[in-house]
């Protein structure tokens, strides 16, 4: 399973490397060119930006388009996580706080609680809130009006967010999987910004194995930058990047032992499928969410594996990968 120790380092240096502005930005090329042009506009009218949504796989920068959105417009930043908010009075403390033209962003908000939820929809359309206080046995309707802001709400699953709550948000992003001389723009970035030198071919060889998010570039640089570190070395190679990826159990598909054991299970204990993915997480303790949000996306844009109304399945091309790369595996 994959640690909450990686994650939180992973959580701390993508603070670092995280991009601020559109020029720091690297990728979803067409998504960035009508950004500029609607917080263009908004500045010119001196309105607040209309709600952005966000959606896509993890790793793909969701977090750090806020970060550029509200820099962009100069404005503040606030962060919170959909689950954390249980309650509508945690809700309305933070509206309540906010400045005008400031940017609320809400990770996870498909996770919000229902009466959350639909609280929030008068802040967003009209940037008024409503709220009832008690009064012995009297309660009264307090009505709060709130400076223009704006909402930036991300998810990994837009199908789990409300019609109704998607209606709210007039800038719709949808975020895909970067290119790799796109992943190889971002990776020499952060090893300038880390204060390291990388070639060219290095920077591929990381690329190419960073299944198309720069979450995963980022990693997988710090991880052969420890090699680079350790070897003395002036410059970041690909000979000693190879080397490095080979030694940490990536290979150049940029599968790792998650997701060769994901496939090995597929194929050896349930004949390629259909399974349910509950039944096959169970079978190497591995967590379902873990599975669904950090190996399967991958794994279906490689076309290894579908996911069908029965369960998932292999594919031809995953049973090609496997024999050619992995048929010497053994069970545990």
């Known amino acids: 399973m994959r640690s909450s120790i990686e994650n939180k380092e992973d959580d701390i240096a993508d603070i670092t490397l995280r991009p601020r502005f ?30 952005v949504l966000v959606y896509g796989p993890a790793g793909l920068g969701k977090t750090s388009i806020a970060y550029v959105i509200a820099n962009e417009l100069g404005h503040k930043l606030t962060c919170i996580s959909g689950p954390t908010i249980e309650k509508i009075g945690d809700m309305a403390s933070i509206l309540s706080s906010l400045e005008p033209g400031q940017v609320l962003f809400i990770d996870e908000i498909h996770r919000i609680p229902k009466d959350v939820e639909e609280f929030l929809y008068g802040a967003m359309e009209d940037f008024r809130i409503n709220i009832l206080i008690s009064h012995d046995k009297d309660s009264e309707n307090l009505s709060i009006d709130l400076p223009p802001f704006t909402v930036v709400g991300a998810t990994t699953k837009i199908s789990c967010l409300s019609w109704p709550l998607r209606q709210r948000f007039g800038i719709p992003l949808k975020f895909d999987f970067y290119k790799v ?6 990776i020499t970035r952060s090893a300038r910004v880390l204060g390291d030198k990388i070639d060219s071919q290095a920077a591929h060889e990381i690329a190419i194995r960073s299944r198309g998010t720069p979450r995963i570039a980022n990693r997988i640089l710090r991880r052969v930058r420890d090699f680079f570190i350790y070897a003395d070395k002036k410059t970041i190679t690909a000979p000693l990047t190879i080397d490095a990826l080979k030694r940490i159990g990536i290979d150049e598909f940029g599968l790792d032992e998650l997701d060769v054991n994901y496939l090995y299970h597929l194929i050896n204990r349930f004949n390629g499928g259909p399974v ?8 190497f303790g591995e967590d379902p969410g873990t599975l669904e949000e950090c190996c399967e996306p991958y794994l279906i844009s490689l076309g290894f594996i579908n996911r069908t109304p029965r369960g998932r399945e292999i594919t031809a091309a995953g049973k090609a990968y496997f024999a050619r790369y992995h048929a010497t595996m053994v069970t545990d």
């Open 181 to 186: 001389e796109e992943l190889k723009q971002i």
């Open 22 to 51: 559109f020029h720091e930005f690297f990728g979803q090329v067409s998504l960035l060119e009508n950004l500029k042009v609607f917080i263009g506009a908004a500045k010119k009218r001196n309105e607040a930006l209309d709600h």
């Open 276 to 283: 349910g993915l509950d039944t096959l997480a169970t079978t």
